[in-house]
């Protein structure tokens, strides 16, 4: 056990000895942390809205009131005819048109379509401030994230993303590095155990791992004002399962690849992408064809993602992902098997 850890603490420091890394690991989740908490976000802001009517009624009067109370519309002109309001939209100098019907007979509204989603957004904003309070409608109410901030979105999917290329990328790429130089024979004729080796080469990542969900979790809280409803002892346990999934995998990357740049092409190839595009970080699972649904469902940060903002996000029980809790173990366990078995096989060849 001595040796173990004389392994654990000679690969910390190797780790620690490496600003660049260091940079790289505490720098990466900070910059990504605001950058879709604050410059890439779906939120709803000063929205550039032209009026079009012939003629000021009081009730077209009270509405652009309400829309230029409002943080989300910003009132830039007021014209007469739909077709200006149209060319004011096509020379990009406007996002919506509210155009009112003469003699009160309702309202139109003309929206800038080349982004859908934004444009259904605005849409959907601009009639629940139009709605006139007072009359007998049907109202909604957002549960967990009233002002549809795209931060409670976010957060949780970089999480998924952070902790799966930190912990399976650098993971793969130190052992195969030894591979490179040429130590890793040297490492394992020493007297502690093959396994043992590589096990003590993904402890400090581990623990630079839970490091970095704690700087994660601090910022979403108390940068970016994302709530932690749920048990913090649960979003961290379940935080932990994830980390180690991840690390059987950079460690079941590491034995098929023999260089460094095979091992990061490898990483980028099995992990970013499916990452980014198949685990709900961008885009809902459920809106994908079928295909890409059966592809989606071996992505382990989807899973991930989808406890995260239950338990986070809605703050319920641990009870309520244990589907996802129960499939992440079963992959974790899983690919710690292959990787030890593919492990041990290269060992006795």
Wanted: aromatic letters at 8%; a positive charge.
């Amino acid at each position: 056990m001595k040796q173990f850890f004389s392994f654990v603490l000679k690969e910390a420091r190797h780790i620690l000895r490496d600003r660049r890394t260091m940079l790289i690991l505490f720098g990466m989740p900070v910059v990504l942390m605001l950058l879709f908490g604050f410059a890439i976000t779906t939120d709803v802001r000063n929205v550039r809205t032209v009026v079009v009517t012939s003629q000021m009624s009081p009730q077209a009067q009270q509405a652009v009131e309400r829309l230029s109370a409002s943080e989300y519309f910003t009132i830039t002109a007021t014209v007469a005819t739909p077709q200006e309001a149209e060319q004011l939209i096509r020379r990009q100098r406007a996002d919506l048109a509210i155009i009112f019907a003469p003699r009160h007979e309702g309202l139109q509204l003309m929206v800038d379509g080349a982004d859908p989603n934004m444009a259904q957004q605005w849409t959907n904003y601009a009639q629940q401030v139009l709605v006139n309070r007072s009359s007998s409608v049907i109202t909604s109410k957002l549960l967990y994230n009233p002002q549809m901030r795209s931060a409670y979105n976010f957060v949780p999917a970089i999480m998924g993303m952070l902790l799966m290329l930190i912990c399976a990328m650098m993971t793969s790429i130190s052992i195969v590095r030894e591979k490179e130089k040429g130590t890793m024979e040297v490492l394992l004729v020493s007297p502690v155990r093959p396994l043992m080796v590589v096990v003590a080469k993904a402890v400090p990542y581990l623990v630079l791992a839970i490091l970095i969900l704690t700087t994660i979790l601090l910022m979403a809280h108390f940068v970016l004002d994302v709530p932690l409803v749920g048990s913090l002892f649960w979003i961290v346990g379940v935080s932990i399962i994830y980390i180690l999934l991840a690390l059987s995998l950079g460690l079941l990357i590491s034995n098929i690849a023999q260089t460094q740049l095979v091992a990061l092409l490898l990483s980028a190839m099995v992990l970013l992408m499916p990452v980014v595009m198949l685990s709900g970080m961008l885009f809902p699972v459920e809106s994908m064809p079928q295909v890409l649904q059966w592809v989606a469902a071996i992505v382990p940060p989807r899973y991930y993602i989808e406890a995260m903002r239950k338990l986070m996000i809605m703050g319920v029980g641990i009870h309520e992902v244990a589907r996802e809790v129960t499939i992440l173990s079963l992959m974790t366990l899983f690919l710690l098997t292959v990787a030890l078995v593919k492990f041990k096989t290269r060992l006795a060849d």
